[in-house]
């Protein structure tokens, strides 16, 4: 399995704990240049316990070319993440799939 550079490590902003086995990691990549688009608007992972990556999130294409994700919550059981331009998600915690969910300024 692979993990996180190091480079990505030190972009860390949030870490939610889902169970005793696996957190979501959101990487600070705003307004970076040096991130490649696919990683920039894709900065959602899921780890193990051990550092490796189980998923990375895979959400439909934004309009906007670099939109990365900005925020993350548990709201139940459900993961939600927000792109810097305001759409929603709800994002599988088994997968990574994430669904439009909403919108909003």
């Not at 992972?45 to 895979?58: F, K, R």
């Not at 919550?73 to 792109?83: E, F, Q, S, T």
């Amino acid at each position: 399995m692979t993990k996180l550079t190091s480079a990505q490590v030190d972009l860390i902003e949030k870490r939610l704990e889902v169970d005793g086995a696996r957190s979501i990691v959101l990487l600070d990549v705003g307004g970076r240049k040096d991130v490649p688009d696919h990683e920039y608007n894709a900065n959602v992972y899921c780890l193990d316990d051990h550092g490796n990556v189980v998923w990375q999130i895979s959400a439909p294409l934004s309009a906007n070319p670099r939109d990365s994700f900005v925020s993350l919550r548990i709201d139940g059981k459900k993961l939600c993440a927000d792109r810097f331009f305001g759409t929603e998600y709800v994002v599988d915690l088994d997968t990574g799939e994430a669904l439009k969910s909403g919108w909003h300024k």
